[in-house]
């Protein structure tokens, strides 16, 4: 069974600071791993994914991950957030045998003057 | 850009009452699901759906609920008898190969049971 765990519920930052939102995973076979953001009463967007090559992924919106197969962690950057960041953000695990997704608990990220 | 489209954005709906939740994803895509979010809760699977059967569903998708793809566009959800724990926002997302699982999703049904 695979499953995904971000540790922060609650992730509050001040505009243009750095930011990491974590994100550990934990699976038997090969996985791909994606970001999705929602904002307020809307849908999931994503945001970037690994499935397979270079280690660091680049998304929309200035983010960008690393994929760490060792510490089995997936952990979510942005150098300098705006206000406009402020949202939902999960992380979820897809395998090449099994199509769904499994989903983390999902992070708050509050951006603030 | 194409997109998945979800109707009804919002419904209400009596305790007991069946409900359809409409979907139509991206139209060269052959994979399609069914997730859940329960207010303040993670997204969670219900159902995949590929050349026209079940592939896997999870341990809330009981008899109540059922997946249909009548034509050549949309794809339903239906609960049977809804009952308030039924009450959550209903994802639909679809892809194009199972090999890279990128799965893009609707807007989503906000469904209320009363």
């Known amino acids: 069974a695979q499953s995904v765990t971000q540790l922060d519920s609650q992730v509050p930052v001040f505009e243009e600071a750095p930011v990491e939102l974590r994100c550990n995973y934990s699976?038997?076979?090969?996985?791909?791993l994606f970001w999705y953001v929602q904002y307020p009463n809307q849908g999931l967007q994503l945001l970037l994914k690994y499935l397979s090559g270079s280690t660091l992924v680049k998304g929309i919106n200035g983010f960008e991950a690393e994929f760490n197969k060792s510490q089995t962690s997936f952990h979510l950057r942005k150098p300098s957030v705006h206000i406009s960041d402020t949202a939902e953000y999960f992380c979820a695990l897809g395998t090449g045998t099994a199509s769904k997704l499994t989903f983390g608990t999902g992070t708050r990220l509050q951006v603030t003057l | 850009e194409p997109e998945v489209t979800q109707t009804p954005s919002h419904q209400v709906t009596q305790m007991g009452q069946e409900v359809i939740l409409r979907c139509v994803p991206i139209s060269n895509h052959l994979y399609f699901y069914w997730y859940r979010q329960i207010l303040g809760q993670k997204v969670e699977f219900l159902v995949s759906f590929y050349n026209n059967e079940i592939s896997e569903k999870s341990e809330i998708f009981d008899d109540q609920f059922s997946v249909e793809r009548p034509d050549g566009s949309n794809f339903t959800l239906k609960i049977r008898s809804t009952k308030l724990e039924d009450s959550a926002m209903y994802f639909c997302a679809s892809h194009r190969r199972v090999s890279n699982n990128e799965q893009f999703f609707g807007p989503g049904t906000r469904l209320t049971v009363l």
């Open positions: 699976s038997s076979v090969s996985v791909y």
